[in-house]
T-cell receptor, first 113, second 114 residues
C-alpha cells in the first residue's frame, strides 16, 4: 500500500458543478497537507495548505482534513473550464527541514463548458 | 513575478547516452529540490540542496544520477547512462527556506529515452 492514495480519474464535470477531490493516507504522523494544481506541460503550483484537522477556505476552494479517518478533500465550487488540470495532494511530517513531500498520483479534472 | 527556470524543456535521447538538465531557482532561494514525475504519478524527490550542500539524496540513484549546486545558486542534474525507465518529467523547485508549503516549481524538463 502506498503512503498516499489518490483516485487518478479522469473526472469530467459540467461548468458550475461542485467538484470533490480526495486522498487517503496511511501514515498518521502526517501533519501538513497541501493541494497542488498542475496544468498540462507545467509544474505544480500550490493551491491550498492546511495544518492538522479542519477546514480552510480560499475563494471557490475549500480544503478539508479529517485526521481520524486519514482522509483529505478539496472542494471546488462553481467550477470553471480554467479549473481543468491535474490536482495533486501532498503531505509532510513536519513543516520545515529534511522531510520530503509525499505526493498522491493526481486526479485529472476536466470542466466542460 | 519571479519564476524557476529550467532547460531544456524537452529532451529526447537514446539509452546509454548522457543527459543534463539545468535549473535556475528564484533569486535568493536557498533551498532547491529536484523531483522526478513519471507519467500518471506524483512527483518524487530525488535530491534537496540547502545552499550548495546536499541535505537529502536518499532517493537519487547514485550509480547513474548526479546533482550539483556548486555556488549555491543554479543546479545541474545529470544522468549517465540514461535508461528507458528514466523517461519522465524532471521538475526543479525552490524555496526561500525549507518550509514545505513555500516551494515554487519550474515548468520541468520532459525526458524521453529511446
Amino acid at each position: 500500500q502506498k503512503e498516499v492514495e489518490q483516485d487518478p480519474g479522469p473526472l469530467s464535470v459540467p461548468e458550475g458543478a461542485i467538484v470533490s477531490l480526495n486522498c487517503t493516507y496511511s501514515n498518521s504522523a502526517f501533519q501538513y497537507f497541501m493541494w497542488y494544481r498542475q496544468y498540462s506541460r507545467k509544474g505544480p503550483e500550490l493551491l491550498m495548505y492546511t495544518y492538522s484537522s479542519g477546514n480552510k477556505e480560499d475563494g471557490r476552494f475549500t480544503a478539508q482534513v479529517d485526521k481520524s479517518s486519514k482522509y483529505i478533500s478539496l472542494f471546488i465550487r462553481d467550477s470553471q473550464p480554467s479549473d481543468s488540470a491535474t490536482y495533486l495532494c501532498a503531505m509532510s511530517l513536519v513543516r520545515s527541514g529534511n522531510t520530503p513531500l509525499v505526493f498522491g498520483k493526481g486526479t485529472r479534472l476536466s470542466v466542460i463548458a | 513575478e519571479a519564476e524557476v527556470a529550467q532547460s531544456p524543456r524537452y529532451k529526447i535521447t537514446e539509452k546509454s547516452q548522457a543527459v543534463a538538465f539545468w535549473c535556475d531557482p528564484i533569486s535568493g532561494h536557498a533551498t532547491l529540490y529536484w523531483y522526478r514525475q513519471i507519467l500518471g504519478q506524483g512527483p518524487e524527490l530525488l535530491v534537496q540542496f540547502q545552499d550548495e550542500s546536499v541535505v537529502d539524496d536518499s532517493q537519487l540513484p547514485k550509480d547513474r544520477f548526479s546533482a550539483e549546486r556548486l555556488k549555491g545558486v543554479d543546479s545541474t542534474l545529470k544522468i549517465q547512462p540514461a535508461e528507458l525507465g528514466d523517461s519522465a518529467m524532471y521538475l526543479c523547485a525552490s524555496s526561500l527556506t525549507d518550509v514545505v508549503d513555500t516551494q515554487y516549481f519550474g515548468p520541468g524538463t520532459r525526458l524521453t529515452v529511446l
